[in-house]
C-alpha cells in the first residue's frame, strides 16, 4: 500500500479535538502512514496527536513532534530529570517551529516514578524554559490512571503555573466499570473548575484483555466520555484514545463496538456540534 503524499489535509478545525495516541504496529513504514491508518481504522480525522518522547530531545529534529508540526494538535510528554537544565529545555522548545497548537506535559504520569516534593521542583525548571519561549498552547500536569480509587495525585499540580490538568483514566484499571467516565475524574475536574484550568484528558483506554469487563460495558464507558465537556467549567482541551499494546491490549480495532464509541465521542465533539 502506497504511503500519503500528507498526514492530514490541513489545520485542526476549531473545537475540542478528539484524537489517538498512535501505536506502533507496522514495521519499517512512516509516522504519516501510520497516522494514515490510524485515520482509516477510525474514519475520523486525528485531530488530535498524544506524543511521547521518552527523554529529552536535544531539540525538534529528534522529537516525534516532528512528524506532525503545524498539521493538526499535539499532546506532548516527554521525560525530563533533576539534571536536565533549564538551557537545555529552552533550547528544545526554540527549536520547534510551530509551538501555537503543542500543548506540553513535563513528565508524564509523574506518580510512576518520583515524589510530589521531586516532580514539582522538575516542573519548575520546565516551566521557566517553556515561560522564556513562549508560544505554545498550554503548560501543565497529566496524572496517572486516574479514578475512583486514585485521587492522592493533586499534590504534584501546581495550578497558578499550569494552563491545564490532564489525567489518564482506564475503566478496566479501576474496578469501577459501572461508573461513568465523569464519576471517574470527578475529583481531578472539580480541581480544575476550582482552580481555573481547562480539563485535558491524556489518555483514555479499555484493555481488551481484561475479561472481567464485557466490551458492551468498556464501549458504553467510552461513549460517556461525551459527557466529560459539560463538567470542564474552563474548557475541554483534548480527549486522546490509548491506540497502542503498552501495558495491555488497548487497541479501537480488537472489537467493532470500541470504534463505534470512538467515533460517538469524536461526533460528539465535532466544530459546532453543542455540548449535552
Known amino acids: 500500500m502506497s504511503e500519503p503524499d500528507t498526514p492530514a489535509d490541513g489545520p485542526p478545525a476549531a473545537g475540542t479535538p478528539i484524537g489517538l495516541t498512535v501505536g506502533w504496529r507496522y514495521p519499517a513504514t512512516s509516522w504519516p502512514y501510520l497516522i494514515h491508518r490510524a485515520e482509516e481504522m477510525t474514519e475520523r480525522p486525528l485531530r488530535v496527536r498524544r506524543v511521547f518522547d521518552p527523554n529529552v530531545p536535544r531539540s525538534f529534529d529528534e522529537s516525534h513532534l516532528r512528524h506532525d508540526n ?124 476550582a482552580e481555573g484550568l481547562a480539563f485535558g484528558v491524556g489518555e483514555f483506554g479499555v484493555d481488551h484483555a481484561r475479561r472481567e469487563v464485557s466490551p458492551e460495558r468498556k464501549a458504553a464507558w467510552m461513549r460517556s466520555f461525551t459527557e466529560v465537556g459539560a463538567h470542564a467549567e474552563h474548557g475541554l482541551a483534548w480527549l486522546c484514545y490509548f491506540h497502542a499494546d503498552t501495558g495491555g491490549s488497548f487497541r479501537l480495532d480488537n472489537h467493532p463496538d470500541y470504534a463505534d464509541a470512538y467515533r460517538h465521542v469524536w461526533d460528539a465533539y465535532a466544530p459546532g456540534t453543542p455540548l449535552p
Not at 533550547?91 to 516534593?117: C, K, T, Y
Not at 522564556?132 to 495525585?153: Q, S
Not at 494552563?163 to 480544575?192: I, N, Q
Open 70 to 193: 503545524g498539521v493538526r494538535t499535539q499532546v506532548w510528554s516527554f521525560k525530563p530529570g533533576p539534571w536536565t537544565t533549564v538551557g537545555a529545555l529552552v533550547r528544545l522548545f526554540a527549536s520547534v517551529p510551530d509551538r501555537s497548537n503543542v500543548w506540553v506535559i513535563p513528565f508524564h504520569e509523574p506518580q510512576d516514578d518520583m515524589s510530589a516534593g521531586e516532580y514539582r521542583a522538575l516542573y519548575r525548571t520546565a516551566h521557566r524554559a517553556y515561560t522564556e519561549v513562549g508560544g505554545f498552547a498550554g503548560i501543565g500536569p497529566c496524572l496517572v490512571n486516574w479514578g475512583i480509587r486514585t485521587r492522592n495525585e493533586l499534590g504534584y499540580a501546581i495550578p497558578d503555573l499550569a494552563d491545564f490538568l490532564a489525567v489518564d483514566t482506564y475503566v478496566d484499571l479501576e474496578g469501577t466499570p459501572e461508573e461513568s467516565a465523569v464519576e471517574h475524574v470527578r475529583a481531578a475536574l472539580d480541581y480544575a473548575n
